[in-house]
């Protein structure tokens, strides 16, 4: 696999093509940091766009979501998708409004949507989701059953044609506008986790684990 | 118009339908809150799913951002687009792997964007593209000239056709699996904001405006 992502006319980024990489590490990067992933297709009756749980196996990545049964048959012989993730890292205060922006990390990938249907793979892809969103959670839970697999719709795409997107650091006023006086900076945004809330049917109070307890995502802010 | 959101067969959740709402204010609060959408559109050469930074101008989402102006042309006279904000709200620890989930709040939107050419409403979304992010920093800031309102390309989607999607609580484990003994319960997630960071050509020594030294959005954890 090389480790450029492919170019093409729809992921090359003409506006702010300053911002714009096609660096494969880069973009496995924001896909491992981040949590849910926007997914559009056309099912028939126009374009769609929903939040996905999503996990990276290698080269695809593998979706898990709200996938209605009356979408999956479209998805059984190949749909085309676009899958977003984005990461939000600030907020840039600038001294004119037209130059306010936010600092983010972004990547989209294009390719087709296939069902897993190989019970050996969707359990891998299973753990994948788990250990995804939470690390260590895997052999600490029961792990599914082959119903539960069955039950469970996994979609994968090959990480192939895609394109990253990243601004990052201080605002870019013009010149004339730097002497106007208005405070300007960054606002650091990041996802914080709170103190885990135990599940009130949990049979008898158990210590949190350690990964809940300390659960953190990206560098923090 | 309507308290209920336009039910169709797109926007009807058929997987988990305890977790759909039609409402429109409920839609309405978690478009206020949300800080980046997820438009998917197709300009002609499949779908492609961009984030985008957007404000609710009372029953219109406004929409702002990477569209290259090789896609401009394709909304001059409307096209489809369904618009995605997704609150994460937390993670669900279940004894089953199956049964882990996330707490969110989702909104879709289906409909016509098209291109905002009158420049006194593209100024009224350029303020609340600015206000809806940081609130109180309009009247802080330079203010666009008829310049800058010219280069900037503003959308305009009706919410109409739009439903939301809402997972809250704890884990739902079948009763089976409740002495199996894990720890369960939810890490809450939210986002947060750092300390304001200076910008480096900023011309003196600024006090941080309390609207950016105090940021927060949601209900924090």
């Not at 969707?122 to 969103?133: D, I, P, Q, R, S």
């Not at 135990?198 to 953190?216: C, K, N, T, V």
Request: net charge negative; aromatic share 8%; glycine share 10%.
């Amino acid at each position: 696999m090389s480790k450029e992502l492919e170019q093409t006319n729809r992921t090359t980024i003409s506006r702010h093509s300053e911002r714009a990489s096609y660096d494969r590490g880069t973009a496995y990067a924001i896909l491992d940091e981040g949590m849910v992933a926007h997914v559009g297709f056309d099912a028939g009756d126009g374009v769609i766009v929903i939040p996905m749980t999503y996990a990276r196996l290698g080269d695809e990545v593998v979706l898990h979501g709200a996938v209605a049964s009356r979408w999956l048959s479209c998805f059984a012989t190949g749909r085309h998708v676009s899958v977003c993730v984005t990461l939000l890292d600030g907020l840039v205060l600038a001294q004119s409004a037209f130059s306010h922006s936010m600092n983010y990390r972004s990547v989209v990938v294009f390719g087709e949507a296939t069902l897993v249907t190989d019970n050996e793979k969707k359990g891998v892809a299973f753990k994948a989701f788990v250990e995804h969103l939470i690390p260590g959670r895997w052999e600490d839970s029961r792990q599914p059953d082959d119903k539960e697999i069955e039950a469970t719709t996994v979609l994968s795409v090959l990480i192939s044609e895609a394109s990253v997107k990243i601004r990052s650091g201080p605002p870019a006023d013009a010149a004339k506008d730097l002497g106007l006086g208005y405070w300007t900076g960054v606002i650091p945004l990041g996802v914080t986790a709170g103190a885990p809330i135990p599940d009130p049917l949990m049979e008898e109070d158990r210590i949190i684990p350690e990964y809940a307890a300390s659960y953190s995502r990206g560098e923090g802010v």
